[in-house]
C-alpha cells in the first residue's frame, strides 16, 4: 500500500536516488530539493518502509507551481504520481509546471486541466561577445528564493543594457529581458560573462537560436487556462520558474 506523507530533510537521499534513476545527472547534488523544502512543500510516496516516489508544490508570487514530481521507474505507473498531487495541490486552483518530455508526465499534468504552452530546450551555449555587464544588487525574484540563488548555487546578478541575469560560472539559472532592449546583444552579453554555460530558454524567446548552441534535452511548460505564468519571450529559467509573471 502506498502511503504519501510530507517530506524532510532525512529524505533528500532518497529523492535524490529516485531523481538519478529517471536518468537525471546520475551522481550529482541537486540543492533545488532542499530549497523546496524550506520554501514549499515537497512530499513522498512509502510503500513500506521505502521511498518510492517525490513531489514539490511552491507558490511563486500567485502561482502554484510543480515543482518536482519524480516516481522510481521500478513502479512506474500504478497512480503513485497521482497520489501525491492530490495531496498537494489545492483543489480548483490554477497550477502550471515544467514537465519532461515523458509522456506519462503529460499525460498526469493534463488530468488537472494543464496542457502545453511552449517548448523550453535545455541548451549549452557559447557566447562571442565582449561580455559587457555590470554587477546589479537586485534581481526580481520573491525574498524566498534569494537563499537559494545566492547561497546554494553562488549567482551573481548582473546587468546589460537594462535587462538582468543570475549567473553562475557554468549556468544562467534566470534571466530577464526588458522591453526595449536588444536580445541578441544581451544575450552575447550574458554569454559572454559566462562563458560555455547551460541555461533553459523557451522556443518563443527572440534570442533563442541566435547562438551557438547544442541541445541537451527538453522540457515543456504546461499550464492551466487562467494561470499566470511567466513571458517566455522574456525570462529564462533554469527549471526553477523564479521570475514567474514577468
Known amino acids: 500500500m502506498i502511503e504519501v506523507r510530507l517530506a524532510g530533510a532525512g529524505d533528500l537521499p532518497e529523492m535524490h536516488r529516485i531523481w538519478w534513476a529517471t536518468g537525471s545527472s546520475p551522481g550529482k547534488h541537486n540543492p533545488w530539493f532542499a530549497h523546496v523544502l524550506r520554501t ?15 513531489a514539490g508544490h ?11 514530481c519524480f516516481v522510481d521507474p521500478a513502479c ?15 483543489p480548483g486552483e490554477e497550477v502550471m509546471t ?24 535545455y541548451l549549452q551555449a557559447t557566447g562571442r561577445g565582449d561580455g559587457m555587464t555590470h554587477e546589479n544588487d537586485t534581481y526580481p525574484i ?10 546554494d ?8 543594457q537594462d535587462s538582468l541575469a543570475a549567473i553562475t560560472e557554468h549556468s ?14 544581451v544575450f552575447q552579453a550574458f554569454l559572454g560573462r559566462a562563458g560555455t ?47 514567474v509573471g514577468y
Not at 520573491?142 to 547561497?151: E, Y
Not at 511548460?221 to 513571458?231: E, H, N, S, V, Y
Request: net charge negative.
Open 40 to 54: 514549499g512543500r515537497m512530499v513522498v510516496a512509502v510503500e513500506g518502509e521505502q521511498v518510492v516516489g517525490f
Open 98 to 121: 515544467l514537465a519532461s518530455d515523458d509522456p506519462k508526465a503529460h499525460s498526469l499534468y493534463r488530468r488537472w486541466g494543464m496542457r502545453p504552452v511552449v517548448d523550453c530546450p
Open 197 to 243: 554555460v547551460e541555461l533553459q530558454m523557451g522556443e518563443s524567446h527572440p534570442a533563442f537560436g541566435s547562438f551557438e548552441c547544442m541541445e541537451t534535452f527538453r522540457d515543456t511548460l504546461m499550464a492551466t487556462p487562467d494561470a499566470q505564468i511567466p513571458d517566455p519571450r522574456r525570462i529564462t529559467y533554469n527549471g526553477d520558474l523564479l521570475a
Open 76 to 90: 512506474q505507473g500504478v497512480g503513485i504520481g497521482t497520489a501525491m498531487l492530490t495531496f498537494l495541490l489545492p
Open 142 to 151: 520573491p525574498s524566498a528564493d534569494l537563499p537559494h540563488l545566492q547561497g
Open 172 to 185: 544562467i539559472e534566470s534571466s530577464l529581458l526588458t522591453p526595449g532592449d536588444d536580445p541578441i546583444a
Open 58 to 68: 511552491r507558490m511563486v508570487w500567485q502561482t502554484n507551481v510543480i515543482s518536482d
Open 153 to 160: 548555487l553562488g549567482c551573481q546578478f548582473v546587468r546589460a
